[in-house]
């Protein structure tokens, strides 16, 4: 079910219209806006109920073309030869027009997720981390907001936590652009869930039972 000016309000709607944008308008996004996808981040599971997260907002033009030179630095420095090694064509061509070709640049907020290490183990930063950041995305598509899941900042983590004024203890995990797509994103890709389900153990198929099926059949 849609809402108005294209806002998703159905779950499973927005579950499946979720998918990366890599190419934004030149369209400003509210505050408002950007808490609500933000409080929607907090609402994850966290390790212990730690909520080690850390968001960073970044609107300032100086900035966010200092992350997305890194993000280029990190693409161009071996980044995109392996990736070249696993995508096809047609996704290696999209993303290489989000890092290099100017798609991320243009998206007018980046919200930059951390991690507070001094909020739980080391080993649970990115079971607790990646759930917020889902929800962020989530939220995002629900609003009409297009947004990607980035890493590739990480291989400069020194230098991304030099930039934002980072302590040690707040480690650096993705940077999310934030903002109206340029135009419409389609549909997601995905291959059926049967075809990565097993059912009670590993090599058995999932195939759909009928309810007689599950109460091992009429009495």
């Known amino acids: 079910m849609s809402g108005p000016q294209g806002v998703k309000s159905g779950l499973f709607d927005v579950v499946r219209s979720q998918r990366a944008c890599r190419d934004f308008a030149d369209r400003s996004v509210d505050d408002e ?99 917020a950041t889902q929800n962020l995305l989530l939220a995002a598509t629900a609003l009409g907001l297009g947004s990607a899941l980035t890493t590739i900042t990480t291989a400069f983590a020194e230098e991304l936590r030099e930039l934002l004024g980072l302590p040690v203890h707040v480690a650096p995990q993705a940077v999310v652009p934030l903002g109206y797509p340029a135009r419409p994103l389609g549909l997601s890709r995905r291959e059926p869930f049967a075809e990565h389900t097993h059912r009670d153990r590993f090599g058995n198929p999932w195939e759909r039972l009928s309810s007689s099926d599950r109460d091992g059949g009429a009495a």
């Open 33 to 131: 806006d950007i808490a609500r996808v933000l409080e929607a981040a907090t609402y994850a599971p966290s390790a212990e109920n730690g909520q080690p997260w850390v968001f960073v907002v970044v609107r300032d033009d100086a900035t966010r073309a200092q992350i997305h030179d890194l993000t280029l630095r990190a693409w161009q420095d071996g980044a995109r030869a392996g990736a070249a090694q696993r995508l096809d064509a047609s996704l290696l061509a999209d993303v290489d027009h989000g890092i290099a070709g100017g798609g991320y640049r243009a998206a007018p907020v980046l919200v930059v997720v951390a991690a507070d290490t001094e909020r739980g183990f080391p080993s649970t930063v990115g079971s607790s981390i990646f759930p």
